[in-house]
């Protein structure tokens, strides 16, 4: 096992001198960006080990049923035309956002899947499992001002699972949503269902439902600096055009966003907007964002293509601008604190990792409900059909 040390790991300030009986205060983890530049960390090329699909009522598929096509329209010298108001409310089938589904459907294809991982037996003992919008968060909280988050973390059979916990805000904020805020939301699965076909090489339809049951989510190997990663993310389609239609090179994010009409605005779009679509497609290894931007009356008249790997450029030279090594030395900084904070091996064990903006990140130790996230299933299932790897139990730090 490689050493996880690092100069900024947390804890190392808090170490209690020899023969000092007063309890160690508990270790934190700073996030100010400054402390985390340096040279890009190794991350490694992702790659798709397998995919599912949730349908309308969100029930789970081990299939790609769900995956779409991106069918752009045809660039005769006219630009789109999308009313992303067309259906709204009465075509519109919002998932019940009640439903707190934490790791469940990814956890139910590692089970069906976990005896043919490559990588090696014991590789997913080393991993740490999440949801890549788990990730994305992690990246971008060097820099995130507004909205802090919670991160559950329980070890089981050695592997660390990561699943986020609505914070008490977050729910305020999502039961008093306000409406043109619903609609908004509407808006943005309503310009997916213009540029994606069920097939490939079909046009798409946009007189029927939103239903944003359905999703089509890949599941993806990587790895940061010495952190093995197996995590899930919603792929909004498939390019049937791409260069290399191997996944994920072939998938491509949609997104909508105001139409911009002055340098300063255009500014604030790269420094806040595109660090979050840099941080959600980097992660998966989804090379293009295509965006299309909205005017006040909710109509995208025009597309634009943003190669992930280009975002960073448009802030390179920008003071207020982010750094993509500043976001992946963070997230691994906080994947280690996480290893070395949950030593026990007990998927009844959850230490809950918070942060607010302006502070630094905090845990707390928890037993069984309501945090408790790695549902009996997953510990009956492995005692009758144990894995080829050999459960590992982490040393103290
Ligand atoms: P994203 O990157 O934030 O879109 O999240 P992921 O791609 O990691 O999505 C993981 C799973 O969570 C998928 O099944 C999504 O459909 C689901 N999901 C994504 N965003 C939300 C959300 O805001 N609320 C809830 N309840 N589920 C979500
Ligand atoms: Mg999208």
Known sequence: MESRGTKREAGEIEVAEPGNKLPRPAPSLPTDPALYSGPFPFYRRPSELGCFSLDAQRQYHGDARALRYYSPPPTNGQSPNFDLRDGYPDRYQPRDEEVQERLDHLLRWLLAHRGQLEGGPGWLAGAIVTWRGHLTKLLTTPYERQEGWQLAASRFQGTLYLSEVETPAA???????????????????????????????????????????????????????????????????TNPQAPSTQPPTCYVELKTSKEMHSPGQWKSFYRHKLLKWWAQSFLPGVPNVVAGFRNPEGFVCSLKTFPTMEMFEYVRNDRDGWNPSVCMNFCAAFLSFAQNTVVEDDPRLVYLFSWEPGGPVTVSEHRDAPHAFLPPWVAAVSILAPSTGSPTRRAAP
């Open 171 to 237: 729910r305020v904020q999502r039961l008093t949503r306000p409406p043109l805020l619903r609609e908004l939301m509407y808006m943005g699965y309503k310009f997916e269902q213009y540029m994606c076909a069920d097939k490939p090489g079909v046009s798409p339809d946009p007189s029927g439902e939103v239903n944003t049951n359905v999703a089509f989510c890949s599941v993806l190997r990587s790895r940061l600096g010495n952190h093995p990663l197996l995590f899930s993310g919603e792929v909004d389609c």
